[in-house]
């Protein structure tokens, strides 16, 4: 079920985080993080998220909206066995297709549960919605889906993770984003911005970021630079050193 | 501008990220949990959270399905003095008014910053759409904004903090949610499952998540019960911890 990108494109992607727990800040989200760098490595584009509650409607809504727009989406949380998770009949629903126990879900959780403890909520997690496609994992055992573009795994990090590894091969790959950092450390973010526009301008095809942190040992801003192509990229960056040393000397020449 | 809720209904409420770094996977997305646990603790329902690139017609979009949809639409990032910082820009255009220099936001950055200093790239902190109210921050000074039911806040984590708190007593604030947190070490989630439903149903009005763990030293699930109701949350949190006490012991007994 892998797919082709259209031409030169990239392949796109969004994470639809689904959990009640991410929007009542119990839960620090980190999956996002992974999957952002996952995809960056193996050259997809991530290009939004959203976090929805346990909500069948709200899920519905946002994957309908994403899996139209992106060549990729993918989904955490809410394939376990309680009341609360409700993504597989949420994604059936979205693409209107039956929903079911899957004899090769069940197989699987047998490999874990005895014919005993599979009870009704742990058969939940073999509810899989028809013509999908299963994807492993060798913690717990319950498996995600892969269906039409949509990749749905588990919120547990360490599962999902496991489940990365999984589909990833499968992913339409493209040339990996590459990044440098320049560190700017002791320049002021408004010392150099107008300098950075310019290199920006000048190197088409390379996204330049500045982000500023402020620590007890003063400022610390990192620019950083991102392309696919490796030869543009070491050019702004280069520029965006020179720039950061030239105004390092001017500042301490004034203190 | 404060606002009041309808009726008897909670204010809701929806995050916007706003960034390429949190993306490109560069960086690790802190604000929206703290965003949240503040609004839980106001009473104020976080519904929805969504992250997109520093990209204007991104931003546009997302913001206007969000501000039409939820009581505050509250945004991190993008407000700082490089040619990346382009919320202020994107907000006016959603919202069809004009941008330009704001003297009162001269006027903050002026504390910080001399006048030589003032360069073009930081006078850019002081573009703010016309009609927005100011959002003083202590540590930075330049400001964010406030327009229509959208609150613009810095994406440095220390900085937004500042913000939340300047515009914090001003939200329209309902009974706080209220949190129970029963420990459910050692009891399976597929084992409590069905029992937990069971509790879930009979006590509408309190939202009854479960959130498993794998750690080193084994299982380590949550059983998270949220209302505002306190009576209520009560009932269905001594009814959770009954129900796991009681399955602990049928467990212990088996081993």
Chains 1, 2 share one sequence.
Do not use: C
Request: cysteine-free; aromatic content about 6%.
């Amino acid at each position: 079920m892998a797919q082709e990108t259209a031409g030169d494109r990239p392949a796109s992607a969004a994470i639809l985080v689904i959990g009640d727990e991410i929007l009542s800040g119990r839960t620090q989200d980190v999956n996002t993080r992974y999957i952002a760098n996952y995809l960056a490595q193996i050259g997809v584009d991530l290009l939004e998220a959203r976090i929805v509650p346990d909500d069948e409607e709200a899920i519905v809504e946002a994957l309908n909206a994403l899996r139209a727009r992106y060549t990729y989406v993918f989904t955490t949380g809410g394939i376990g066995p309680t009341h609360d998770d409700i993504t597989a009949d949420a994604v059936a629903s979205a693409f209107g297709v039956d929903i079911g126990e899957d004899p090769r879900a069940i197989a699987l959780l047998r490999e874990r549960f005895s014919e005993a403890e599979l009870n009704p909520a742990r058969r939940r997690m073999a509810r899989i919605p028809k013509g999908a496609e299963l994807v492993f994992n060798a913690i717990s055992k319950a498996p995600g889906f892969w269906i039409g573009n949509v990749i749905v795994m588990a919120g547990v990090p360490m599962i999902m993770q496991n489940m990365m590894d999984v589909i990833g091969p499968r992913l339409a790959a493209g040339p990996p984003v590459l990044v440098e950092t320049v560190e700017a450390d002791g320049v002021p973010e408004g010392a150099y911005a107008e300098g950075l526009e310019a290199i920006a301008r000048g190197h088409e095809g390379v996204s330049v970021g500045s982000y500023p942190a402020f620590t007890s040992a003063g400022i610390s801003n990192q620019i950083v630079l991102r392309s696919r192509d490796a030869a543009l990229l070491e050019s702004a960056a280069q520029a965006a050193r020179t720039m950061i040393e030239s105004l390092s000397k001017e500042l301490a020449l004034r203190t």
